[in-house]
């Protein structure tokens, strides 16, 4: 977003700074982008090699190499198994791949933001993009995006703790002049850090090193010398794996040895042994390395899509949580309403009615008394205003006929901010000439209202004012000014102030969020507000959106005085938070986990940052939330809209749904895998069914599958009218695995009854395996399908669009075709050739397989089948 620069403040002394584009871009290609090596990307190269040392192919490998070693005879089967697990790893590589460039798009996307001076405007832009010379503008909540020096700066406070250890922040000074760079530490220096945090007002920075040049770079470059330590679920994955392919190469010998013993300890026996231990071993072997595929691969692409609604992902796992959302705690400005401020009303002091902006025209009547209170408001206002409410002040000022700059000949001596419990901020000015100093004050009327010591009679005259502007939803301030002489107090509660009157300032709803609104109440999702408004304005605001309970209010005083049991007790009814400060929000938080929900909470600024931290999903501003804020939240909302936050809940949904469909895929296909495998172990006059090709050849099936079927499988109907999951309820719970064996089980016994019928009609060895291996695949084909959705019936399935199921399906009717007609692949794959009988079998077999499944779908009813697999 670029803006003009402000006529005023800082940016009016450095319009004449910075860099131009040309020579940004020229720095950037000599020197690089502002940012540290990367150790956490893989490159191509890397991603290949990681895959290559994964134990299923490695046994897979093994397995080619004992073909090539069984003699000539055998050579064709190795090389087409080989050929297989070569196109696997290339389908393995691939993915992890596209797994990596959107991680590597969404790292990009949450880098931090700079505000810098390029062309003589301010620009803001990704923090990897500031170059050397470049000017950059920091504020309260800023993360410094690279090192330089203060040319300019306002009660500059700095946090260099990343740097130096010290929890203090330090103060900084501005310099005009030439200066050698210093270490971090100490204090009153001129010199700013890359990763420090501005913990109090702003400056301007002119950048003097960036990415590894600068002092963070320094450490960063000892640190990529560092191993690279794995993480808890990297490292227990690792062992599932190990043991179970330690479990997988036991059996492989204890299979070997059983099958050669009952087949008469032949050399051929033997042989044959080894090929069926093997296929067991990679079969239960390819097992739980599906999953941790499966989560990293759902959750980045989820990221992405998310990322595609406005909705910026910083921490995974935070998909996943949303489809549990129960509570959004949202802010009410710029989040449920426009953030685009208009001033709608003036109500100076002893006038009897406020003054409208005409309709139509822009102007406002040209008073004294009008004129007075919009610069006084302007004056307590920043000079360059990031803030909405001040920048519509500032644009109602120059509205006036003839107005002047109302800063000429003042300069600011002192800002008084906003302090907990006393909702105004104060800037004090002084002549340049030193004759008079002025004070400006804005804020709550109430709290203005103490400024000016009104009497009790004056307040609840005040007050009454109040409520009738409140009522029409628009947001007041009292405006006060005082002046003073000598030293300046420590507080604004010790100036004294003169009440000029108040101004009224509109903030329409957003169109679509009582629309949003509705939707969360259907999926059992309950809104709360959270606002600095007055109690009026919110209770306005709250009927325009819809809220569950309108009338019901707690203010931020009375929360304060509010003991943690009562505030949790109260919570329950109420919806509404009015005269909040941001360090409220934490027990707003705390108070509703206590009650077992599961919080969202939304926060833009410094202070919002503990309570982001603690609710279950932290979402910040994209657009005018702080960097501290983003860090600390798990999303980021890029453009501040309450219906992108609903959106993400949504796809959260439709994420966990999708998983938990892929994990019983994968759970019920390897039941009939591993049964096949072992079977001819138990029964000495049966063929081996399964062979290390087969596996690799099913394996092409349940890896696209997996990462591309049920990934973009749409949302299920009715995915927000249903109540949001139970916080305690596991991704894959013994419901959902019981009902993935019993899936798998079925589809074992319909291959026994398949193998069953091709021995009573006397077929060959070969004809049974092949009766049985396709089988098997169109049973495989038919659990894909009926497994992507749990409420709609298979007719209903076939008619939801998913281009993949169309690619996938037709490529393995193709290529099972070619198998089975093929004289040279059938023999490859030990098949002979199979009648039109053995045929329709065949494809009976893979609708009988799912049969049930789809009667238990249309028995339970819609959402029937999901709810028995949740237990419930």
């Known amino acids: 977003m670029t803006t003009r620069l402000e006529e005023s403040g800082l940016a009016e002394r450095c319009h004449p700074m910075g860099l131009n584009s040309q020579e940004a871009a020229r720095r950037l290609e000599a020197e690089g982008y502002n940012e540290l090596p990367d150790s956490g990307s893989h490159h191509l190269l890397e991603i290949v090699r990681d895959v290559l040392k994964e134990p299923m192919f490695l046994m897979l490998l093994a397995c080619g190499g004992i073909y090539l070693l069984m003699g000539r005879e055998h050579w064709g089967d190795a090389m087409i198994l080989l050929g297989f697990v070569f196109l696997v790893i290339d389908i393995t590589v691939v993915q992890e791949w596209r797994t990596e460039k959107a991680l590597a798009a969404l790292k990009n996307l949450s880098s931090p933001r700079a505000l810098v001076i390029r062309d003589g405007r301010q620009t803001r832009i990704p923090g990897r993009e500031v170059a050397r010379g470049d000017w950059m503008r920091v504020a309260e909540g800023d993360r410094i995006a690279a090192d330089g020096v203060v040319r300019e700066g306002r009660h500059l406070m700095v946090d260099e703790s990343l740097l130096t250890g010290e929890s203090q922040p330090v103060r900084k000074r501005a310099v005009n002049d030439t200066v050698e760079a210093t270490r971090p530490g100490g204090e009153d220096l001129p010199f700013v850090y890359s990763g420090t945090l501005v913990t109090r007002g702003e400056g301007l920075v002119e950048v003097l090193a960036t990415g590894t040049r600068s002092e963070l770079g320094r450490i960063g470059r000892s640190l990529t010398e560092l191993p690279h330590e794995a993480t808890p679920l990297q490292k227990e994955t690792g062992r599932l794996v190990a043991t179970l392919a330690t479990v997988g190469l036991t059996l492989c010998a204890l299979l070997v040895v059983l099958y050669a013993l009952t087949r008469g300890n032949t050399l051929a026996a033997w042989q044959e042994g080894f090929l069926a231990g093997i296929a067991t071993a990679t079969a239960m072997a390819i097992l739980p390395e599906e999953f941790p595929v499966i989560l990293t691969i759902f959750l980045a692409f989820g990221a992405w899509r998310i990322s595609r609604n406005r909705v910026l992902t910083r921490r995974m796992p935070a998909i996943e949580t949303l489809g549990a959302a129960s509570v959004l705690c949202v802010d009410k400005t710029g989040t449920l309403t426009c953030n685009r401020m208009s001033l709608r009303a003036l109500w100076p002091c002893r006038e009897a009615a406020p003054l409208e902006r005409v309709a139509g025209k822009g102007e406002w009547s040209d008073r004294d008394t009008s004129r007075a209170l919009l610069q006084t408001a302007t004056l307590a206002s920043r000079p360059e205003p990031f803030d909405p409410m001040e920048r519509a002040i500032l644009e109602a000022y120059r509205s006036l006929p003839g107005q002047t700059g109302c800063r000429e000949g003042l300069r600011m001596i002192r800002e008084y901010p906003l302090t907990g419990g006393f909702m105004v901020t104060s800037q004090a000015w002084e002549r340049e000439d030193g004759t008079e100093r002025v004070v400006a ?41 005082g002046s003073w002489e000598g030293e300046l107090p420590q507080t604004q509660q010790e100036l004294t102030c003169r009440f000029l009157g108040m101004i009224a300032l509109e903030d329409p709803v957003r169109p679509a969020v009582p629309e949003a609104i509705v939707e969360c109440h259907r999926a059992g999702i309950r809104v709360m ?20 309970h309108p009338e019901e209010v707690i203010t931020g005083p009375e929360l304060a005085a509010m003991s943690q049991e009562t505030l949790a007790e ?43 931290k603690a609710a279950h999903i932290g979402i910040a501003m994209g657009e005018r939330g702080t960097d501290v804020a983003r860090e600390a939240a798990d999303l ?26 892929a994990i019983a895929y994968v759970l019920a296909v390897h039941v009939p895998i ?136 037709a490529g393995v009717a193709f290529f099972l075709t070619l198998v089975l007609s093929v004289p040279l692949l059938s023999r490859l794959f030990h098949f002979d050739p199979m009648h039109a009988a053995d045929l329709i079998a065949c494809l009976a077999a893979g609708v009988l397989a799912i049969l049930w499944f789809e009667l238990l779908k249309v028995m339970r009813g819609r959402g029937g089948a999901d709810k028995w697999s949740r237990g419930i």
Do not use: Y
């Open 570 to 612: 109260r919570i329950a009814t109420v919806d509404i938070f009015a005269r909040m400060v941001p360090e409220q929000k934490l027990r707003i938080v705390q108070a509703l986990k206590s009650h077992g929900r599961v919080v969202a909470m939304t926060g833009d600024g410094v202070n919002d940052a503990p309570a982001l």
């Open 636 to 661: 980021v909302l890029l453009d501040d809209d309450f219906t992108s936050i609903v959106r993400a809940v949504r796809l959260g949904r439709r994420i966990h749904d999708n998983i938990r469909k």
């Open 529 to 548: 507000m959270i606002t600095g408004d007055n109690p009026v304005t919110a209770r306005a605001i709250a009927r325009q959106i819809g809220l569950t």
């Open 674 to 809: 591993v049964g096949l495998a072992m079977t001819p172990i138990f029964f000495p006059a049966l063929p081996l069914l399964l062979l290390p090709v087969h596996i690799v050849f099913l394996e092409m099936i349940i890896d696209p599958a997996c990462s591309i079927i049920f990934e973009a499988e749409p949302e299920e109907p009715g995915i927000m009218d249903r109540s949001p999951r139970p916080s305690d309820e596991r991704l894959f719970g013994p419901a959902s695995i019981a009902l993935s064996l019993l899936q798998g089980g079925v589809v074992l016994g319909v291959l026994w009854t398949i193998l069953w019928l091709g021995r009573a009609w006397d077929h060959t060895d070969d004809a049974v395996r092949a009766g049985v291996f396709t089988a098997m695949v169109v049973s495989n084909l038919f659990l894909i399908l009926t497994n992507r959705s749990w409420q709609r019936s298979l007719p209903e399935i076939m008619r939801v669009p998913n281009p993949a199921v169309r690619w996938i399906g």
């Open 441 to 481: 004050a804005k804020g709550a009327p109430e709290s203005v209202a103490l400024l000016c010591r009104m009497s009790r009679e004056e307040r609840a005259d005040l007050e009454r004012q109040v409520e009738r502007l409140a009522a029409r939803g628009l947001r007041v301030l009292g405006v006060a000014q």
